[in-house]
């Protein structure tokens, strides 16, 4: 009976919202908070939350410890949006370019946020320490180590370069520790690969913290996190804090890397049924690429969920129905190939809920969230931010 | 001389701007209006730009015949931003939830703008008939006709549903013509295939066209419009306009498909480099997929273009050098497979601009244009919009 549980309204409160637009379980959202946290209790580590993914200082509040942070943040632009919104202990967690440090500076005078920067190279900390001493604030420095290959990062086995960086930055900035993200833990489901990847991490960190410590420098922290490891972390011993943040709000990537269930992702897109090309088996709604991004990620994983998972008004999702392709403002539903479900009624203007690849990306085509809690929206409105 | 080149700031006008950041050469988009709209005089149709593409005031003004129009919206928050701006003459060229019905009419009510709809069956006339009785406001309709399969629209050949659609509007709406988009012409790049599309497309609307006035029903517009279509047909015999948009800006895929070259696009967005991984020859800079949209559209055809092609801050390609991957905030920057080039040398801190792999997309994902003209930035900032 799909269709009557599709068209059923009731009284959800989703009646008065203009389609696309984006829906916030804030109930979902507060779990997933909560399981991490317990998560990290236990293994004796401090979350200081990526707000990349949510970009909105209602969810920074649910996820941090304190009022003040410890957050992370991947634009300057958050930094300024969350030190605005009170948040004072911050790592601006992308390679610095020296052309932002006077707005780094600017950061945390105006708003007396203790904002630090992540660099790797000695090019870097030659400019910080130059910037630190001519503006009279040692800017606080986390040296970036590659983890995996994945991105960035010095080899943690080059003693020769972490060295060389620390005692460049020891002439006017702080060195405030070390930041890895094994960012290619994102291509793994496999549970046993996956504590591998974060003992991997975690092993890498603490061998730059030793590094680092055993020439008398400085390194307090020993920050890692990516949401597959935290989630698969067997123990964190070395490691004072983890940086993750796509787990507050979860999609179907990490849930085909085991990072989350599908009945945990707290980020779905509200769309309208506008038509039907009934002959090929396709329904089309408004939630094209523009409302759920262009991300493809599960599209290199087992299970390939199209643009998302189609799911009725309530968030359930309607047996083997996926966002089969999506044009800007169109999407077009379709069952996975060899499904045995039958394509089910939705006529036009029915209502229907979208479970995105990615939430970072399709979070980003939006600016604010529509807040379900109880399974109701009682018109509660959350911000969030975009840009640089 | 790469590094030269790209160093080499001179009096540019880009050394004050935060990356990344998107950089719209105006003098490119005049060309590449006056292109087209020497192309469809010529043909003698009209031209109603598309402005999905744009988002922008300044843009829309440039690409239409006049300041109120016409023009084609993807969203009735464009169409609410351009009526604001003193267009009067619109198609929201999507097809109509019969919820978004009252905030038609009240665009056009309070701007007194001809905002036009879209739709593809009976359902939708009857609602849309039914809505303009009870507010007294005919509203006008374009009947959707599928020119290729590729997304929404009536069969051209079937006249019972055309002729349905066409009686159920006669009861209180206004039947203005009839619309098209040959979508599927994306996915070609040969000239004959294209110009076969293009003809396609022409038929099918002259066909439906045909059968609506056969009928006694009214079919005074009869619109196609796809980039590709517009730039390869031959003749446009039975048509009276054009809504193409992408045109105007072009990018990596229309130049994969054939519509652009690549020294005519129009966009690209301004990096700086962060760092280096020398021994994978990667170079990472602060423009990732946030900042590039996720779109791979080029990953379909006969040449990838990975995240896009780098260029110098002059906006020249630099050989063989591409964004090989993305992060949400980071580009990695490498030679293509099998490149004869050797990587540049292009320290921390250089500037760097990116051809994207579609306007559309990564225009998306910013909030104003940086306008270069004659080579030079000067200040001057254009406004777009995004959202519903």
């Known amino acids: 009976m799909v269709d009557e549980r599709a068209q059923a309204s009731g009284d959800d409160g989703l009646d008065g ?23 990290l209790d236990k293994l004796g580590v ?16 649910m996820a941090m410890s304190r009022p003040d942070g410890p957050a992370t943040v991947s634009t300057l632009r958050e930094a300024e949006y969350f030190a605005e919104g009170g948040v004072r202990d911050m790592i601006y967690a992308v390679g610095i370019a020296p052309q932002k440090l006077d707005r780094v500076g600017a950061i945390r005078r105006r708003c007396t946020a203790d904002l630090a920067i992540v660099l790797d190279s000695r090019a870097q900390a030659e400019a910080v320490a130059l910037w630190s001493r001519r503006a009279g604030d040692a800017l606080p420095v986390l040296i970036e180590v590659d983890a995996d290959g ?9 003693a020769e370069q972490l060295r060389a960086i620390g005692d460049a930055l020891a002439e006017g900035a702080e060195l405030r520790g070390v930041l890895l993200h094994a960012g290619d833990s994102y291509g793994l489901s496999d549970p ?18 030793s590094i680092l410590r055993d020439a008398g420098l400085p390194c307090p922290t020993v920050s890692i996190g990516s949401t597959p490891t935290a989630r698969y972390a067997a123990h964190l011993e070395g490691i004072t804090e983890v940086r993750a943040g796509v787990f507050m709000i979860g999609d179907l990537f990490q849930a085909g890397v085991g990072s989350c269930a599908v009945e945990e992702i707290a980020l779905t897109v509200l769309t309208t049924v506008i038509g039907h090309q009934h002959q090929k088996g396709w329904i089309i709604t408004d939630a094209g690429w523009m409302a759920l991004s262009r991300d493809r990620g599960t599209a290199r994983q087992a299970i390939d969920q199209g643009y998302g998972i189609v799911c009725d008004r309530a968030g359930r999702p309607l047996e083997d129905l996926i966002v089969r392709d999506a044009n800007q403002e169109h999407g077009i539903l379709a069952l996975r190939a060899g ?8 006529p036009i203007g029915t209502r229907l809920r979208i479970l995105p690849n990615h939430a970072c990306a399709t979070g980003a085509q939006h600016d604010r969230y529509h807040v379900v809690a109880e399974g109701r929206h009682k018109g509660e409105i959350w911000p969030r931010i975009n840009g640089w």
Chains 1, 2 share one sequence.
């Open 150 to 158: 994945h991105r960035s990062g010095v080899d943690p086995r080059d």
């Open 339 to 346: 499904a045995s479900a039958a394509l089910p009624d939705l």
């Open 17 to 39: 919202l203009e389609t696309p637009c984006l829906i916030l379980d804030a109930d979902r959202l507060k779990a997933n908070v909560d399981g991490m946290r317990r998560r």
């Open 46 to 61: 401090a979350l200081r939350p990526h707000l990349k993914t949510a970009k909105s200082l209602p969810v920074a509040r």
């Open 192 to 209: 046993v690969a996956l504590r591998a990847a974060a003992e991997a991490e975690r092993s890498a960190a603490v061998a730059a913290a």
